[in-house]
């Protein structure tokens, strides 16, 4: 969705169509491997997303996420949404903390290895809690058990879960952003709540195959950036509960590898294993 928003006003400012091919599988590695091994002219670009980090925690990959790329810029961000049931007695995430201090708590995500489950592993390793995660097929699923009580908290995205706690079906807690999200500006951070430095988001950024150009590079992030600050493009990413980036070729880098190590460091300590 968001290659076809932006890829639209591209083809615009360009004067040459923008195609989007989507390679679906494996999370993104069979698209990412196609530009990994695409030749360097910038004709062809990829949208990666949060996996893109994670991914390398939990198996071998075909390429290296850093080496075998060109990153351009992140397009977007968007924290989780940390929801309870409404009938638990926790009305803050310190609230939640120490209630899973005292009695067994159960929380469910789109799955091992999703940034809801990855969210949770951290918040147990760093708030120094247990709970035990349910691997659900999709955070839809999961969010109909977390209404039905099976389960007490759930990290989810605000699209998914935004309808449920406008109704009253779930409690907003926090969002996992380091800063208050610019659509939930209400709602505090899991950081500023009682566990400092805390930070998870999902994310899409566009990169180029290993070797891109210099003028490349800049050409192409130069008119990416210029498509997200476009009125059109602006309000629908907004509307998702997007958070538009649009940083440098560097900052997307080092973003990547810190990113890279920080998942690589929790999948070590917390021994999360695929399924």
Same mark, same amino acid.
């Given at each position: 969705?968001?290659?076809?928003i932006?890829?639209?006003t591209l083809?615009?400012?360009?004067?040459q169509?923008?195609?989007?091919d989507n390679?679906?599988g494996?999370?993104?590695?069979?698209?990412t491997?196609? !530009?990994?091994?695409?030749?360097p002219?910038?004709?062809t !670009?990829?949208?990666v997303?949060?996996?893109?980090?994670?991914?390398?925690?939990?198996?071998?990959? #075909?390429?290296d996420?850093?080496?075998?790329?060109?990153?351009?810029t992140m397009?977007?961000?968007?924290p989780?949404?940390?929801v309870?049931?409404?009938?638990?007695?926790?009305?803050?995430?310190?609230?939640?903390?120490?209630l899973?201090?005292?009695?067994?708590?159960?929380?469910g995500?789109?799955?091992?290895?999703?940034?809801?489950?990855?969210?949770?592993?951290?918040?147990?390793?760093m708030?120094?809690?247990?709970?035990?995660?349910? #691997?659900y097929?999709?955070a839809a #699923?999961?969010?109909?058990?977390l209404?039905?009580?099976?389960?007490?908290?759930?990290f989810?995205?605000?699209?998914?879960?935004?309808?449920?706690?406008?109704?009253?079906?779930?409690?907003?807690?926090?969002?996992?952003?380091?800063k208050?999200?610019?659509?939930?500006?209400?709602?505090?951070t899991?950081?500023?709540s009682?566990? #400092?430095g805390?930070?998870?988001?999902?994310?899409?950024?566009i990169?180029?195959?290993?070797?891109?150009?210099?003028?490349?590079v800049?050409?192409?992030h130069?008119?990416?950036?210029?498509?997200?600050?476009?009125?059109?493009?602006r309000?629908?990413?907004?509307?998702?509960?997007?958070?538009?980036?649009g940083?440098?070729?560097?900052?997307?880098?080092?973003f990547?590898?810190?990113?890279i190590?920080?998942?690589?460091k929790?999948?070590k300590?917390s021994?999360?294993?695929?399924?």
């Amino acid at each position: 969705m968001i290659a076809r928003i932006v890829g639209a006003t591209l083809s615009t400012q360009l004067g040459q169509q923008v195609v989007i091919d989507n390679r679906g599988g494996a999370g993104g590695v069979v698209a990412t491997e196609t !530009l990994a091994r695409s030749v360097p002219d910038g004709h062809t !670009l990829g949208v990666v997303y949060t996996p893109h980090t994670n991914q390398p925690a939990f198996q071998k990959l #075909p390429y290296d996420p850093v080496k075998d790329f060109t990153p351009l810029t992140m397009m977007t961000a968007a924290p989780l949404v940390l929801v309870v049931h409404p009938g638990l007695p926790a009305k803050s995430v310190k609230e939640l903390i120490a209630l899973a201090k005292t009695k067994p708590i159960v929380y469910g995500s789109a799955g091992t290895g999703s940034g809801g489950h990855l969210s949770g592993e951290l918040l147990k390793l760093m708030a120094g809690i247990d709970a035990t995660h349910v #691997p659900y097929k999709g955070a839809a #699923p999961a969010a109909t058990d977390l209404i039905g009580g099976q389960l007490h908290f759930q990290f989810a995205a605000q699209i998914t879960i935004g309808a449920f706690v406008k109704s009253g079906r779930l409690r907003a807690l926090a969002v996992t952003s380091i800063k208050r999200a610019t659509t939930l500006p209400d709602l505090p951070t899991v950081a500023e709540s009682g566990v #400092p430095g805390f930070e998870v988001i999902n994310w899409f950024g566009i990169m180029g195959p290993a070797r891109l150009p210099s003028a490349l590079v800049e050409r192409l992030h130069s008119e990416i950036t210029m498509a997200l600050r476009a009125p059109e493009v602006r309000d629908k990413l907004l509307a998702q509960g997007s958070e538009l980036i649009g940083n440098t070729p560097q900052e997307f880098a080092q973003f990547l590898r810190n990113d890279i190590a920080k998942w690589a460091k929790l999948v070590k300590a917390s021994a999360i294993k695929l399924d």
